[in-house]
């Protein structure tokens, strides 16, 4: 509060307000641990915050897309989360109750078995764990040995499940633990050089091999861990037929499915959980940060019939927080109600459309990607030489031959060799994003940039064309593009193996016109660091007369940054006022 109130004061003098935000930052780097992540790139000192928009001790105002890594579904100190907490304060009801019974928890379970996917709420479990995530994925690897008897774990390339010993040997860097890796099915990246249906088939297809092949090394796991959409790794979504490849595997072997929906649960990809997309039940799902409501709150749900545990067999001390299931209650309703899901389906698809616009101008976007208001942009060696995977999948198969790709309806297609283009007219560059459902049922902005006409939409949003090889990752400008964003008020994130994958996670209540000032905000960004690589690799495509700021709806007349950024912020502006 004081230091709220020694911000207020010296507003009318700027030398007052920076000493106070210097001086925070000063003592926040002397006396906090070396491994603090976020505030060396984001080095803001937030005082308020209402929406989308975070004001900092030195009175600049920012755009937050990172929303506490995707915690805030609703944004930061929405009006439903501030009652729901207030309630409780004002009723005298305890804070701390470890695993006792409570109203408050009772009203949150009940909200939270009404979202589950079909098939699990009917018979499901719940188990409070520690209040973050990774003691959640601990508790689901605890729970899948008890009730199978066996101890190893099936994981994914990529991978992020938290930093705990546990949840770390099961992430993407982990070195001499229990986990098998198996692929993960991507486009631009793909670990077999092809990517699309044929990638996903083959990363389908390893997954049996290893577990049935007596001499593969690895025995009947106890669980599999997988992402619907791996977010840390890059903001990869998995597509929806290999999804279902994996429960069916799954399934047919007797191995629990354990789906982390950390960070893609609470409508962010478009759907209440991501695992919806595809259609799969689960037999365990790891939640955390939106659940909260913005406070700390972790639980795994599980089928019953896994409940073999012993009483205190998973334990937390903080288990029982009150105002978090108040927040997360709230929070979950305001969700469901609000058709909040849907809109981040229809307003992510256009934020992606806008995207690969503004990756045909920059040769540094490599692939635009998502799910949702999950996005990432990965940002490559503009003048690098393109990593030749599919050329050199292409000379293991025959030149010019043709690859029977499956058809995951049953069957097979026959299908040209990614990287050569089935309309010789045909040039790369950006495909048509229908704004409405395709006949095939997947909705626009699920589909991938490069497809030929004619075939059938997958649930991957990988701009990947005939023409378009990927390049090497670049994390220094990555970087550069964060810190170009963040002078122009734009907090954004970057993950990935390399960290060079820009990260769009913006609350569900995000306005159009504040999506607007956001990828306004995000293209400057881009076009200054082009500007500043003159001489060091061209970063941009020429564009003559081409204009670089977007419309998400889509008018002919567009504003240009300034005015989308004050509009922007004068929008946060009456959020604080109400």
């Known amino acids: 509060m004081a230091v709220t109130e020694s911000v207020r004061e010296g507003t009318s003098e700027s030398a007052g307000v920076g000493a106070v935000h210097e001086g925070i930052l000063r003592r926040q780097s002397a006396r906090e641990s070396a491994a603090r992540t976020y505030a060396r790139a984001l080095p803001i000192v937030p005082v308020r915050a209402r929406g989308l928009t975070i004001e900092g001790a030195d009175g600049s105002r920012y755009l937050d897309c990172l929303s506490g890594a995707g915690t805030l579904a ?5 009006p439903v989360v501030l009652e729901a907490i207030r309630k409780v304060l004002d009723s005298g009801a305890p804070l701390h109750v470890l695993d006792l019974a409570t109203p408050v928890k009772d009203a949150f379970i009940t909200e939270l078995f009404r979202t589950l996917p079909p098939g699990l709420a009917d018979n499901a479990r719940v188990q409070f764990c520690g209040p973050a995530g990774t003691d959640a994925v601990e508790a689901a690897f605890k729970l899948v040995r008890a009730a199978t008897g066996r101890t190893g774990i099936l994981a994914f390339s990529g991978a992020y499940h938290g930093m705990t010993a546990g949840a770390l ?24 050089g092809v990517g699309g249906e044929h990638g996903a088939e083959l990363a389908a297809r390893w997954t049996e091999s290893v577990l049935d092949d007596p001499k593969s090394g690895v025995r009947r796991p106890a669980g599999m861990i997988l992402e619907p959409v791996q977010g840390e790794g890059g903001v990869i979504p998995a597509p929806d037929e290999w999804m279902r490849r994996m429960r069916q595997i799954t399934a047919d072997r007797s191995i629990p499915l354990i789906a982390d929906e950390v960070q893609t649960g609470v409508g962010r990809t478009g759907s209440f959980w991501a695992v919806e997309h595809s259609g799969v039940t689960p037999d365990v799902m790891v ?5 909260g409501g913005s406070l700390p709150l972790a639980v ?18 903080f288990r029982g927080n009150q105002l978090a299931m108040a927040a997360g209650m709230a929070t979950i309703a305001y969700v469901r109600e609000n058709r909040l899901a849907e809109r981040a389906a229809d307003l992510g698809t256009r934020m992606l ?26 940002v490559v060696e503009p003048e690098a030489e393109p990593e030749r995977d599919v050329e050199r999948a292409a000379a293991l198969a025959g030149e010019g031959e043709r690859l029977a790709a499956p058809d995951w309806r049953g069957g097979a297609v026959d299908q040209a060799m990614p990287g050569a283009s089935a309309d010789p007219g045909r040039t790369g560059g950006l495909m048509d994003l229908d704004p409405v459902h395709t006949a095939g049922g997947s909705p626009a902005g699920v589909t991938h940039v490069g497809r030929t006409a004619g075939t059938a939409p997958t649930a991957a949003t990988s701009m990947q064309g005939p023409d378009r090889h990927p390049r090497p990752a670049a994390p220094e400008l990555a970087a550069a593009i964060q810190r170009e964003c963040l002078r122009r008020g734009l907090i954004i994130e970057l993950g990935g193996r390399h960290s060079s994958v820009v990260r769009l996670l913006p609350p569900l209540t995000i306005s159009d016109e504040q999506a607007t ?3 306004d905000r995000l293209a400057d960004a881009v076009d200054a660091v082009s ?21 998400l709806a889509g008018g002919a007349d567009r504003a240009d940054v300034a005015d989308r950024v004050d509009r922007a912020d004068r929008a946060g502006q009456a959020d604080r006022a109400g």
Not at 301 to 313: C, H, I
């Open 300 to 317: 795994i749900v599980y089928r019953d019939d896994l409940d073999a545990w012993q009483p205190g067999a998973h334990a937390g001390t």
């Open 531 to 551: 500007r500043g690589q003159i001489g060091h690799g061209r970063l941009q495509r020429p564009t003559a007369g081409q204009r670089r700021h977007v419309d």
């Open 353 to 378: 459309h806008q995207l690969r616009g503004l990756a045909a101008e920059f040769d540094c976007m490599g692939d635009v990607r998502g799910r949702g208001l999950m996005i990432g942009v990965e």
């Open 517 to 519: 000032a956001v990828l």
């Open 287 to 291: 939640l955390s940060k939106a659940i």
């Open 169 to 192: 040997e099961a992430s993407g860097g982990a070195f001499d633990v229990r986990v098998a890796r198996l692929p993960y099915p991507q486009d631009y990246r793909c670990p077999f």
């Open 74 to 78: 609703l944004g930061h100190n929405h």
